[in-house]
């Protein structure tokens, strides 16, 4: 296996790799383009199945709608109502594959209370849908995964979530699904792509898509965005996994044809775990979508809205009709309501939702109700629509495709692929105990690590064993270590400090200053690992500063065009940032 370690060596050589493609002997299998999880999941199923393969990212990874997401991995009730049985069982049996094999260490089993407003008819209706939901995952391979639902009355909803109001239920139906950290799936899905040979540039962004003299699509031209450089990629596959990006993707090619993707933007709030009262999460429809309730380490994350976004599409931002929404419908049942003082962190992410057919010309296999797979043009393979569930599934049908023939002698394998930190967890877990002694790490931080990194927990307690100071809490961030931080560059790819401050920590909504008193220590243990002069550090400390007061100013706007304008400023306060040659 090759490297595992996302850092700027590893992306200067896909770089390389990228630009030496131009020659016969060297071209690629495959080039993904969108490195959320979608396009993380293709990378990783085309390189296991021995395709040369690579995948570039506009931003970091997971910086679009893979790290704002509700960070649920389930079957989805809702489509139950809709009786899309399918569907349901697909998503149920991705699952529990994450759960037991592919990522035990990253998605955590979750109870949830569906509450009940009337005695008899809801109780049966909502039952027999959460017996079947049930009965849809044991179909799975193997052993449960999750334990059955159970009724419960008022009394014993109340025992699990006492700020529960009074009259909001007369009980409830508790049933399981799942919590995952969407960022950092997508990172370690990255970072198990390279490790099976897969070339890795974030920050890369796609400007054309070249054709050979018969039309086909044979590869691409990207610009790395850290100095500027353009580089032609020659490949026999360029498979667009761009989400809400894929028609402007689609558009570089010069061909009318592929998907239509509307963005609808989803808002969910942080509050503090104290805050609320409860050992479970809730489920609660609404007029306009459904509203989760979600306990979350130190935190609850409450959301989501369902409304049109017509802004630009890189940085969707909470407004205060947002925030105020959640809160009013979170309040409707809650026996003690939320206030915006309540309120640590808000975060807006865009739905990539595929809107039906194609456009003329197009190729196409409608594989689910929720994605589709087509070409555009020869070369070109397009992926859309889906959730974060079903990523593994929705990377297969995108390689199949675009392969065509040779899929039935390359067959997928990623069911049987776990992840990186997988492997070995149980072994983690017990050398765990001896680590948290020599480091003087409680419980909760044991906890921490382990679900985050879990065996691969060993890279980063030999980070602090040769820098025992790597080893503390950060001293305005002590849920973080300040080897999480040097990880996050050392191997995991991170370039920026708003890639550690977004996708490798939380920091930028799970404390109610987004991270800014953190801020000077973790400049201080990324800058020599990147090589920042006093110039670059100061920058980069500016450009995250902007950025945090304009998403703070954002959630005081009255609509999404006077949010996006207080977020522009961050913007352009980024785009002073050097370039790096």
């Given at each position: 296996m090759?490297?595992t370690?996302?850092t700027?060596?590893?992306?200067a ?8 493609s131009?020659t016969a002997s060297?071209?690629l299998?495959?080039?993904v383009v969108?490195?959320g999880?979608?396009g993380?999941g ?5 390189a296991t199945r021995?395709?040369?393969t690579?995948?570039v990212?506009a931003?970091d ?6 790290s704002r997401?509700?960070k649920l ?5 809702r489509?139950?109502q ?14 529990d594959l994450?759960l037991k ?5 990253l998605?955590?089993?979750v109870?949830?209370?569906?509450p009940?407003?009337h ?5 049966a209706?909502?039952g ?5 939901y ?5 179909l799975a391979?193997?052993r449960r995964?999750?334990p ?19 009259d909001?239920?007369i009980g409830?139906?508790?049933?399981w699904?799942?919590s995952?950290?969407?960022a950092r ?9 390279a490790s099976y ?5 974030a ?20 610009v790395?965005l850290?100095?500027?450089?353009e580089?032609t990629?020659r490949?026999r596959h360029?498979?667009n996994?761009t989400?809400?990006?894929t028609?402007d993707?689609e558009?570089l090619?010069g061909d009318e ?5 509307l963005a ?7 509050v503090p775990r104290e805050?609320i009262?409860?050992?479970?999460g809730?489920?609660l ?9 979600i306990?979350?380490?130190?935190y ?6 369902d409304?049109p976004w017509?802004?630009e599409l ?6 205060a009709?947002d925030i105020?929404?959640v809160?009013?419908h979170a ?7 939320l206030?915006r ?9 865009l739905?990539?939702l ?5 456009k ?5 296999a409608k ?17 859309a629509?889906?959730k974060l569930?079903?990523y593994?599934v ?11 023939q040779?899929?039935a ?9 776990p992840l990186?930190?997988?492997v070995g967890?149980?072994?983690a877990?017990?050398?765990?105990r001896?680590?948290a002694?020599?480091?003087g790490?409680?419980?909760?931080m044991?906890?921490?690590l382990?679900?985050?990194y879990?065996?691969a927990?060993g890279?980063?307690v030999?980070?602090?064993e040769?820098d025992?100071?790597?080893?503390r ?15 996050g560059?050392s ?10 401050m977004l996708?490798r920590?939380r920091?930028?909504?799970?404390v109610?200053?987004r991270?800014?008193?953190a801020?000077a ?13 006093d110039a670059?550090r ?6 995250y500063l ?8 954002a ?6 065009v006077?949010a996006?304008a207080a977020?522009?400023?961050?913007d ?5 940032q050097p370039?790096?040659?």
């Amino acid at each position: 296996m090759a490297s595992t370690r996302l850092t700027a060596t590893s992306r200067a050589q896909a770089l390389a790799a990228l630009e030496g493609s131009q020659t016969a002997s060297a071209e690629l299998d495959v080039l993904v383009v969108g490195g959320g999880v979608t396009g993380a999941g293709i990378a990783l199923d085309a390189a296991t199945r021995g395709l040369s393969t690579a995948i570039v990212e506009a931003q970091d990874w997971a910086s679009g709608t893979s790290s704002r997401s509700s960070k649920l991995v389930h079957g989805g009730l809702r489509y139950l109502q809709m009786l899309d049985f399918h569907l349901v069982k697909e998503a149920l049996t991705e699952r529990d594959l994450l759960l037991k094999t592919i990522a035990p260490h990253l998605v955590k089993p979750v109870p949830f209370l569906y509450p009940l407003e009337h005695r008899v008819w809801e109780r049966a209706y909502v039952g027999t849908g959460i017996a079947l939901y049930d009965t849809l995952a044991s179909l799975a391979p193997g052993r449960r995964a999750m334990p059955l639902h159970r009724h419960l009355s008022r009394r014993q909803m109340e025992r699990k979530f006492p700020d529960l109001a009074h009259d909001a239920a007369i009980g409830a139906v508790q049933y399981w699904d799942a919590s995952v950290d969407d960022a950092r799936l997508v990172t370690t899905l990255v970072r198990t792509a390279a490790s099976y040979g897969a070339y890795a540039a974030a920050r890369t962004q796609v400007v054309a898509l070249t054709k050979s003299g018969t039309g086909a699509v044979n590869g691409a031209v990207v610009v790395d965005l850290e100095t500027g450089r353009e580089i032609t990629v020659r490949a026999r596959h360029v498979i667009n996994a761009t989400g809400v990006w894929t028609e402007d993707t689609e558009a570089l090619a010069g061909d009318e044809g592929g998907l239509r993707v509307l963005a609808s933007k989803g808002v969910h709030i942080v509050v503090p775990r104290e805050r609320i009262k409860g050992s479970v999460g809730l489920i609660l429809q609404t007029e306009k979508s459904v509203l989760f309730v979600i306990p979350w380490s130190r935190y609850w994350v409450v959301g989501t809205t369902d409304t049109p976004w017509e802004q630009e599409l890189t940085h969707p931002v909470a407004t205060a009709a947002d925030i105020d929404y959640v809160l009013d419908h979170a309040n409707a049942v809650l026996a003690h309501p939320l206030s915006r003082d309540d309120v640590i962190g808000t975060y807006a992410g865009l739905r990539p939702l595929l809107q039906p057919g194609t456009k003329e010309g197009t190729s196409s296999a409608k594989v689910s109700r929720e994605h589709t797979v087509a070409s555009p043009a020869p070369g070109l393979t397009v992926i859309a629509g889906g959730k974060l569930t079903t990523y593994r599934v929705m990377a297969k049908d995108a390689v199949d495709f675009a392969i065509g023939q040779r899929a039935a002698a390359l067959p997928s394998i990623t069911h049987d692929i776990p992840l990186l930190g997988a492997v070995g967890l149980q072994a983690a877990r017990r050398q765990a105990r001896a680590w948290a002694q020599r480091f003087g790490w409680k419980p909760p931080m044991v906890d921490h690590l382990l679900h985050r990194y879990g065996s691969a927990l060993g890279e980063l307690v030999e980070l602090c064993e040769q820098d025992p100071t790597l080893a503390r809490p950060l001293e305005h961030a002590p849920a973080y270590l300040r080897a999480e931080i040097h990880f996050g560059v050392s191997h995991e790819g991170a370039l920026h400090l708003e890639d550690l401050m977004l996708h490798r920590t939380r920091l930028v909504y799970e404390v109610a200053d987004r991270g800014r008193a953190a801020l000077a220590e973790i400049a201080d243990v990324v800058a020599p690992l990147l090589g920042w002069d006093d110039a670059t550090r100061k920058a980069e400390v500016d450009a995250y500063l902007a950025r945090a007061d304009a998403e703070d100013a954002a959630g005081l706007a009255p609509d999404d065009v006077a949010a996006e304008a207080a977020r522009q400023r961050a913007d352009d306060v980024a785009a002073m940032q050097p370039l790096r040659g």
